[in-house]
């Protein structure tokens, strides 16, 4: 059964960095493209960057300064890092398989 | 970047409706188009991919199809399971890009 989830601080400061972490379950990350996407609050989506198979990534254009996605394949997880955090940044989290199978999200928000 | 047009933000509609929420695209993007729901509170989910194939599980009522750079989403005989958040989004080329969304209510 395929199986993402999103973990990381429910809290960060502005200027600072956002850390989150996917894990998966039910695939191989050597197999599957792992998206990241997300969503302010009462607004649309928007995709921030995946990962490859390979361990090649690409980014949003207007990210990608401050954006970066690793994984460890051995531990079944994907990283999202993000710095220089604003309000702006504030919102749900997703990874997705492929965007086909989806985590729950997680809601990160940035405040002082 | 491909710039993703969707239309209209918003709508409402009675139950039994046919529904059509449009996408327009930048620049050729092929079929290389999905369509997602999401309701409150919960993660979006795949109905259509590469524009008129039907994901697993999708109920029929919904399609999908392309008309040059226009791409539509129709569900026939709207249910009240339906009324939720559509967008679409293109995966021809990085990075990918979302439409702007549109809400689908009650009327």
């Known amino acids: 059964q395929v199986q993402l989830k999103e973990s990381g601080p429910g809290l960060v400061q502005p200027s600072q960095t956002l850390s989150l972490t996917c894990t998966v379950a039910?695939?191989?990350?050597?197999?599957?493209?792992v998206h990241w996407v997300r969503q302010p609050p009462g607004k649309g989506l928007e995709w921030m960057g995946v990962i490859w198979n390979t361990g090649g990534t690409r980014y949003n254009s207007a990210l990608k300064s401050r954006l970066s996605i690793s994984k460890d394949t051995s531990k079944s997880q994907v990283f999202l890092k993000m710095n220089s955090l604003q309000t702006e940044d504030t919102a749900t989290y997703y990874c997705?398989?492929?965007?086909?199978?989806w985590g729950q999200g997680v809601m990160v928000t940035v405040s002082s | 970047d491909i710039q993703m047009t969707q239309s209209p933000s918003s709508m409402s509609a009675s139950l039994g409706d046919r529904v059509t929420i449009t996408c327009q695209a930048s620049?050729?993007?092929?079929?290389?188009l999905i369509w997602f729901q999401q309701k409150p509170g919960k993660s979006p989910r795949r109905m259509i991919y590469y524009a008129t194939n039907l994901a697993n599980g999708v109920p029929s009522r919904f399609s999908g199809s392309r008309s040059g750079s226009d791409y539509s989403l129709t569900i026939i005989s709207l249910e009240s399971e339906d009324m939720a958040d559509y967008h679409c989004l293109q995966y021809k080329q990085y990075p990918h890009t979302f439409g702007a969304g549109t809400k689908l209510e009650l009327k």
């Open positions: 997705a398989r492929d965007l086909t199978y």
């Open positions: 039910g695939f191989s990350l050597t197999s599957y493209n």
């Open positions: 620049q050729d993007i092929g079929n290389n």
